[in-house]
């Protein structure tokens, strides 16, 4: 992996990952895409909608890019409130990617998520090779996804891998869209208003990844010995299995006052209750060294200040 273009780069992965990269490869060894223009940042951008697929393999072709990153998608609850736009850009995005992937010789990476699992999953502990029978159109993406990267690996060698990401917490760009972004919210509004009134109930438990671990599992993912990858999509990743009230106590650690409401949002909350409580991720523990650094009070911490000189700065 040495030349890459990243689809989705304005996202809430793309956005962290574009710069990751950067340092990893160099600034000129990325070309960052995304549907909207990236304003004042360094490196190579193009607009690239990617239901152009045409557009987006003359790009990967005229860039001599060796690897492709897509990361463009609707996620959960927004393609809950619009299921065939969802299928069409979720579906016709990544036909594009693995086409380019297949036609220009390119490793490939595009996320899958705990959202391509079901209601009839094992909700403990779930196994990397399990039942899948989602009930979300998001959820319906992703596990055809997985079985779509799948097939282009057996079928035409194409070397594709992806992780199945719990919900992940960053502080560079706002929650938006996602079933689990309560938890990017719930520190927002804890140093705005010393409150939150989660959408989540509580007690309901989800798998979560602080985003510096998610973008180092993509690189150790992509870099690993590929003799060593008994799966390939997707591989099960988590750091912790919290629900909106450990958040809340492991934010009232710094900001003691922190009050913690609720507002049960039925859609976000069905969507929730369908998904694993905590998943297993010893496959991609065994085969390419899966690991973590951040705990839910090391995130909590960093959220903090860095949401901290976010304001401090806006
Ligand atoms: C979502 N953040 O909530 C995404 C993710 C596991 C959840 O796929 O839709």
Redesign the pocket.
């Known amino acids: 992996m040495k030349r890459i273009l990243i689809t989705g780069a304005l996202g809430q992965i793309g956005s962290e990952l574009t710069g990751k990269l950067q340092e990893i490869y160099g600034v000129e060894n990325v070309l960052a895409t995304d549907i909207r223009p990236i304003e004042n940042k360094d490196g190579n951008f193009a607009l690239l909608d990617v239901t152009d697929g045409e557009r987006m393999q003359q790009l990967a072709k005229d860039f001599n890019a060796d690897t492709i990153m897509h990361m463009a998608a609707l ?3 927004k393609a809950e409130g619009n299921p065939l736009f969802a299928w069409n850009l979720n579906m016709g995005g990544l036909m594009n990617a693995l086409e380019t992937a297949r036609n220009l010789g390119l490793q490939f990476f595009t996320p899958s ?3 391509a699992f079901g209601p009839s999953t094992p909700k403990i502990g779930t196994p990397q090779d399990t039942l899948q029978r989602p009930t979300t159109m ?1 959820g319906v993406n992703k596990v055809a996804g997985e079985l779509l990267c799948d097939y282009y690996f057996h079928r035409f060698g194409v070397d594709t891998r992806g992780v199945r ?4 917490v960053s502080y560079v760009t706002p929650p938006g869209g ?4 309560y938890a990017v919210d719930i520190y927002y509004k804890a140093l705005e208003q010393g409150s939150y009134a989660s959408y989540i109930a509580q007690g309901t438990h989800m798998d979560m990844m602080y985003m510096p671990d998610a973008l180092q599992a993509i690189v150790d993912l992509m870099e690993a010995d590929a003799a060593q990858l008994e799966h390939r999509n997707a591989f099960n990743v988590t750091a912790m299995s919290v629900d909106p009230e450990a958040v809340a106590a492991s934010i009232r650690k710094h900001l003691p006052d922190f009050k913690l409401t609720y507002d049960v949002d039925p859609v976000r909350q069905g969507i929730a209750a369908s998904w694993p409580d905590s998943i297993d991720a010893s496959a991609a523990e065994r085969e390419w060294g899966f690991q973590v650094k951040y705990s839910l009070d090391a995130m909590t911490a960093d959220m903090l200040n860095k949401l901290r000189e976010k304001f401090a700065h806006a």
């Open positions: 996620l959960s609850a998520s705990i959202g998001y990401f719990p919900g992940l996602g079933t689990t972004d």
